[in-house]
């Protein structure tokens, strides 16, 4: 599986943009980034996922470089309900032996301050 | 609209006592995962099922643990002889498909503890 790297933790004014960043240098061609949040005591919430482009939703933006190796999640305007553990997963391929099974890393403890 | 639903929301038992968890997952999804998370720790997978076939158990920590999806619906994760070291959260996705365009919605989780 391709790996991620992410900053343990990340402090945003609210109001401001947070930038969540990702390094995923091993990622295959055939390989989806997806960006899971999860908040205290509740299960990991889908924030946006994309192959090359860059996407945007109405939670986020996803902006993916040219080369595929590194993709910067981006909240235009940060508020204290942001607060929460990102995680950026590379997704492997369902087929043969895998089925789409997503694998955390540790992520990155955002913290939105007023 | 109803999300995935998993029952009950904490768990406690003795050490050696066998417990069930159960997922409701979205209605119409055809893939269901179950994840454990253990205390500061990212979820990591256990089992995946595309309808009522279990396609995947490559997960389960040990012969203990055991899922089914009878219907290819609710599923239940049973866990056998609990110990100390099952205590987690237990955590049900599904999705529409498994396809890699397809994402994984979560339910809350079930947190278990053994005593």
């Known amino acids: 599986d391709a790996k991620t790297t992410q900053p343990t933790s990340m402090d945003c004014a609210e109001g401001r943009a947070a930038n969540l960043p990702c390094n995923h240098s091993?990622?295959?061609?055939?390989?989806?980034v997806y960006w899971y949040r999860q908040i205290h005591s509740q299960g990991p919430q889908y924030i946006i996922h994309g192959l090359k482009n860059n996407e945007t939703n109405e939670m986020a933006s996803l902006i993916i470089t040219e080369d595929r190796k590194s993709s910067t999640l981006i909240l235009p305007h940060a508020t204290l309900r942001d607060t929460a553990v990102y995680y950026c997963i590379v997704r492997v391929p369902a087929g043969g032996t895998s089925y789409g099974k997503l694998t955390f890393g540790q992520g990155t403890i955002l913290t939105v301050h007023p | 609209g109803a999300g995935v639903s998993q029952s009950p929301r904490y768990k406690v038992a003795k050490r050696g006592q066998d417990v069930a968890l159960r997922c409701d997952p979205i209605?119409?999804?055809?893939?269901l995962f179950w994840y454990q998370q253990a205390l500061g720790q990212g979820p990591e997978f256990l089992t995946y099922?595309?309808?009522?076939?279990?396609?995947?158990k490559s997960g389960l920590p040990s012969d203990r643990f055991f899922a089914e999806r009878p219907e290819g619906s609710v599923s239940t994760l049973k866990i056998q002889r609990t110990q100390q070291e099952d205590s987690a959260v237990y955590l049900c996705?599904?999705?529409?498909?498994?396809?890699?365009?397809?994402?994984?919605?979560f339910g809350d989780g079930t947190r278990l503890s053994i005593l």
């Open positions: 209605s119409g999804h055809v893939s």
């Open positions: 091993t990622i295959s061609g055939n390989e989806y």
């Open positions: 996705a599904s999705s529409l498909s498994g396809q890699q365009g397809q994402p994984q919605h």
């Open positions: 099922f595309q309808n009522e076939a279990q396609l995947d």
